[in-house]
């Protein structure tokens, strides 16, 4: 069975994918782009953009979850969010952006992170990400709607430590393909990331993916 959905995917419905956050160092770029770490972001409460100009994924699940994190001023927060998960991605044309405001002299700095350009992709295993709005060209492969999200069997299964409700609606497919993707996030981990081509910049102003 194949569906496919166009344009203006919300998150209760399908979601997707990707990327490391804002926090990363050049080291730590440089250690994911040779695929030598496992990889967990946040970004204390604050959300980053990410696109992408294709996505092929196996093994994907989708239910709903808590994102608990801080804000600037150091107080916690709690984001309801679709955790979008794939047992393995190839990823084309990644960009992901974010921006901080509010720093004394500077103003608003932004983070730019781009990797799988060209010939090139971004790789990426047992991969999470806590999505709150989306929107892409998608097509499913054999997909499941409604099932529990305890009884996901296709994707890598439910994240671990997270607040989320086992018996939750949830969904899932043996294969994704999504092209023109942009979304915003609050966190991801993957347990490995290679960011074949990994460009990072930190730029006054504000500069982001879309």
């Known amino acids: 069975m194949e569906s496919q959905v166009r344009g203006g995917t919300r998150w209760k419905r399908?979601?997707?994918?990707?990327?490391?956050?804002?926090?990363?160092?050049?080291?730590?770029?440089v250690a994911l782009a040779q695929g030598a770490l496992a990889a967990s972001f946040s970004v204390s409460g604050q959300q980053f953009k990410v696109s992408a100009?294709?996505?092929?994924?196996?093994?994907?699940?989708?239910?709903g979850a808590l994102d608990s994190g801080y804000n600037l001023?150091?107080?916690?927060?709690?984001?309801?969010?679709?955790?979008?998960?794939f047992k393995s991605a190839s990823i084309k044309g990644l960009c992901q952006s974010v921006v901080t405001p509010n720093i004394p002299i500077l103003g608003s700095v932004?983070?730019?992170?781009?990797?799988?350009?060209?010939?090139?992709?971004?790789?990426?295993?047992?991969?999470?990400?806590?999505?709150?709005?989306?929107?892409?060209?998608?097509?499913?492969t054999n997909i499941d709607i409604g099932v529990a999200a305890k009884d996901t069997s296709k994707g890598p299964g439910m994240k671990s430590g997270e607040t989320a409700n086992?018996?939750?609606?949830?969904?899932?497919?043996?294969?994704?393909s999504l092209t023109g993707v942009k979304q915003t996030a609050w966190a991801t981990?993957?347990?490995?990331?290679?960011?074949?081509?990994?460009?990072?910049?930190?730029q006054a102003g504000t500069h982001e993916c879309y």
Do not use: C, R, W
Request: charged share 15%; proline share 3%.
């Open 14 to 29: 399908f979601a997707v994918v990707m990327v490391p956050s804002v926090a990363a160092t050049a080291a730590i770029g």
């Open 73 to 85: 001023d150091g107080s916690k927060t709690v984001h309801p969010v679709a955790v979008s998960a």
């Open 110 to 140: 932004s983070l730019v992170l781009k990797a799988g350009g060209g010939s090139q992709s971004v790789e990426a295993s047992n991969l999470y990400i806590d999505v709150d709005d989306l929107s892409a060209d998608a097509t499913f």
């Open 166 to 176: 086992p018996y939750g609606f949830a969904q899932q497919a043996e294969h994704a």
């Open 189 to 202: 981990t993957a347990g490995t990331f290679k960011l074949s081509g990994l460009k990072m910049s930190v």
């Open 53 to 63: 100009d294709q996505i092929e994924g196996d093994g994907f699940s989708q239910y």
